[in-house]
């Protein structure tokens, strides 16, 4: 299986401020048809969970444009550029190249 | 809008079968655009996928869960279900839907809004 790994795992953010979250993976996630299947949810408390970004990079429908992925290979972040307060949750990197996808352990994002 | 909704019994008896179904509105699940799956989690711990199953009928589950999970598709019902058989309490979690985007995003991008399910005599 293919471990994802995030850090941090807590992030104290001042409102306003920017944040971010690492998401490294044991092997490349690079699919054979040239894509990258690395997505990023939001877990907002109570709540399922969101997608936020698809393939690295993409944003949802409906996401803000604060929130953005970047990354390669094994190696992935999710920015937000001013966390709001709405921000507040965990979020999760996780595969889809091959089976099982796995998820991220969740960084949780609150506020100072 | 597409929506899912799960139902099912909240509380399964250990060594017994859990089983859930996943309800599609607002859109059609005999797309081949798409693919539909569980994901579980545990209280206050993360996300576990536990299997997906696609249009052609192909399934693929969790090693992890292989040998006591089956996931099955009801066009005329617009459903989906999940059967998990001789759960602990190591099973119990909020079980969620999920549609899965094969065209774009490979992505589980509309969830449900979860169930609890406790295994418990």
């Known amino acids: 299986d293919i471990v994802m790994t995030q850090t941090p795992l807590s992030s104290p953010v001042t409102l306003g401020q920017p944040a971010s979250i690492s998401c490294r993976s044991s092997?490349?996630?690079?699919?054979?048809?040239?894509?990258?299947?690395l997505s990023w949810l939001q877990q907002r408390p109570g709540q399922p969970p969101r997608l936020l970004i698809y393939?690295?990079?993409n944003r949802f429908s409906g996401v803000p444009d604060r929130f953005s992925g970047s990354g390669a290979g094994t190696d992935f972040t999710l920015k937000i550029s001013r966390v709001e307060a709405e921000d507040v949750g965990v979020y999760y990197c996780?595969?889809?190249?091959?089976?099982?996808?796995?998820f991220g352990q969740g960084t949780r994002l609150e506020i100072k | 809008q597409l929506q899912l909704q799960e139902s099912g019994p909240g509380l399964v008896k250990p060594s017994e079968t859990l089983s859930l179904t996943c309800t599609v509105s607002?859109?059609?699940?005999?797309?081949?655009?798409?693919?539909w799956g569980w994901i579980r989690q545990p209280p206050g711990k993360g996300l576990e996928w536990i299997g997906s199953?696609?249009?052609?009928?192909?399934?693929y589950y969790n090693p992890s869960l292989k040998s006591r999970v089956t996931i099955s598709v009801d066009t005329s019902k617009n459903q989906f279900s999940l059967k998990l058989s001789s759960v602990t309490a190591a099973d119990t979690a909020v079980y969620y839907c999920?549609?899965?985007?094969?065209?774009?995003?490979?992505?589980?991008?509309?969830w449900g809004q979860g169930t609890m399910v406790t295994v418990s005599s």
């Open positions: 092997q490349s996630l690079v699919h054979s048809d040239g894509n990258t299947y």
């Open positions: 199953i696609y249009y052609s009928g192909s399934t």
């Open positions: 607002g859109g059609s699940i005999s797309s081949s655009s798409y693919y």
């Open positions: 996780m595969q889809a190249t091959q089976f099982p996808q796995t």
């Open positions: 393939k690295i990079s």
């Open positions: 999920a549609r899965g985007d094969r065209a774009e995003t490979n992505a589980f991008d509309i």
